[in-house]
C-alpha cells in the first residue's frame, strides 16, 4: 500500500525495531504457532477477549504461508530497518507462490536475512491440522448453527404467546462472536445454509451471521458484536404477527398485503419491548431491527418522523438482510441471485438504498465472488470457493473443485490458490469465469464447510 519511505512505514519499522532490540538483547525470541496457541519463547499466551482477534489474525497469517513461526537471532540488533522492510515484503507476497515456505527459504537465504530463521510446523501440528483441530471447530460451528435455529424459533414462537427470555440467545450470541474471530471464512460458508421449509429462521441465523461478520471486520468491540449478533437473530421478529399467506404467497402482494408486510419492523420492536430482559439490554437491540428496511435518507419502511439518521447496527443488518433474502430462493421471484450478482446489484444502489461505506466494506469482506460461493473456472470445472488468504487479491481465492462421484452427486476435489496458480510464460492461468446457482448442480455448499477431512 505505501512506498518504503513513507513515514507511516518509518514509524513502524522504528518501533519494530525498538522492541526486536529490546527482546533479543540477552537471548533469540521465538514466536511460533503450536497445537492451536500461540507461544512466545516458549510460553503458551493465554486467550483473552481483547487479544484473540489479532492472535487469530497472527496464526492465519503464518497458516498460510506454511510456517510455523519465526525466530529472531540476538544479532538481530544489527538489522536495519531496511532489512526488517525486505523481510516483511517477502512474507507478504510469499503467499502468491504456489509453495509459500519454500519459497520463502529460498529468498531468505539470498538476501542473506541471517538474523531470522523460518520455523517449520510441527509435526503433532500438521496432523492436527488434518484431523482433529479442524473437524472439532467445524463441530463447533454447525452445533452453533442448529441452537441458533432452534432459538429464533422458540423466541418467536414465545413471543407470539407472551413473554420470551433472551439468556439462551445472549450466550449463543457470544458462542457467534468466538467462532468468528476463530474462523471467520467457516462462519461465511456456513451462513450460505438455506432451509427453504423454515426460511424465516434460516434467514434470520444467516443475517445473524454476516452481520458480526461485517461488524468485526470494520473493528467493533466484542461486546458490541454481541448486541448486533442478536440484532441479526431477532431483526425479522415482527413477521411471526405477519399471516402466513402473506409471507408465503407467490407472486406479487397487493396493496393491502404489501400494508400488512411493512408492519413488521415495528411489530418487531414491541415484541422486543416485552422480551423477558434488562432494560440496558432491550434498548441496545431494538433500533437495528426496527431500521433494517429504511434506507439511508430513511425512505422505505416504517414512516418515521422523529429520526434524523440511521443507526450503525441499523445500516449494517440493511445491508445483510438484502444481500442474504437475494442470494436465497423465493417465491415471488424466478430465481435467485449468486453471490456476486448481488453484491453488483447491491452496488449499483450505494448511497440510495446502503450506505457506501459499509457496502465498500460489506463487499471487500466477502470479496468478489464471496466465500461460498459456486464458481465456473476458465477450464470448465466446478469449484466452490473457501477462502481469501492474507495477501490475496479479491479475485483470486482458496477453491475447492468439485469433481462427479460414483452417486450421481458432487464430491471433493483439490483444494486450488488461484493467487499461485500463472500459466508457464508468466502469463494468467486458472481463473474464475463466472459465477453459478448451486442449484444448477444440485450441491448444498454448506455441506463442504462441515465436511469432516
Known sequence: MHKDNNQLIRDCLARFKGILDEMTGEDD?????????????????????????????????FSVRGIGGLQFLVISGKATPADILAFTRLLDISVKHEDPAGWLRHKVGGHALSWVQLLEKRDDDLKAEENGHGMKRQEKAKNAYLRALETVREVADKASQGVAGVRKARRLAQTI???IQEDTSLVLGLATIKDYDDYTYSHSVNVSLLATCLGR???LSSISLEYLSICGLFHDLGKVGVSKDVLLKKGELNSEEWNDMQ???????????RLNADKALR????????????????TGYPKTHFMNRLSLMGKILRITDV??????ERAYRPRS???????????????????TVLLKSFIHMM??????????????RIALVMDYPAGSQKDMPLIMTLEKDSKGGMAQGEMINLAARTGKDGSPGLSIARGILPSRVGVPVAQFFLKEN
Open 337 to 355: 441471485f449468486t453471490p456476486d450478482e448481488a453484491l453488483r446489484k447491491m452496488w449499483l444502489e450505494r448511497g440510495k438504498s446502503f450506505d
Open 283 to 298: 434498548s441496545r437491540i431494538i433500533l437495528g431491527p426496527f431500521e433494517h428496511h429504511l434506507n439511508p435518507d430513511l
Open 323 to 328: 444481500y442474504e433474502a437475494l442470494t436465497s
Open 367 to 380: 470479496g468478489i465472488y464471496p466465500i461460498g460461493s459456486m464458481v465456473e473456472l476458465n477450464n470448465g
Open 217 to 219: 471486520y470494520i473493528g
Open 263 to 273: 408492519k413488521h419492523p415495528l411489530l418487531g420492536v414491541r415484541k422486543i419491548l
Open 177 to 179: 462472536v468466538d467462532l
Open 29 to 61: 525470541l521465538k514466536i511460533e504457532i503450536w497445537r492451536g496457541r500461540f507461544h512466545l519463547n516458549g510460553e503458551k499466551l493465554p486467550h483473552r477477549r481483547d487479544t484473540v482477534n489479532i492472535i487469530n489474525q497472527i496464526m492465519k497469517y
